[in-house]
């Protein structure tokens, strides 16, 4: 996390199409979710809460990607 950030790098969401900001792949990319995993270590279920919030904005703006794949994308790898 503090590398990226010190760099000024930043992996949030581009609206409204959900890709990454710092590298442009589908967002929540492999990096951020490694920042996520780390800063809501100790607050898994605010994690899931916080994903299931973004699936929901998500799920308004990509109506052509199933809502199977969606929820993969966005909750489905806290498993």
Known sequence: MGDEQAAGTSHGPVLPIWSCD????PWPCPTERRKLRAEFAEAPLTLALYLG???????????VIPAD???RRFVGWLR
């Open 22 to 25: 710092g590298c442009a792949l």
């Open 53 to 63: 919030a973004q699936l929901a904005r998500a799920s308004a703006d990509l109506t």
């Open 69 to 71: 794949r969606l929820h």
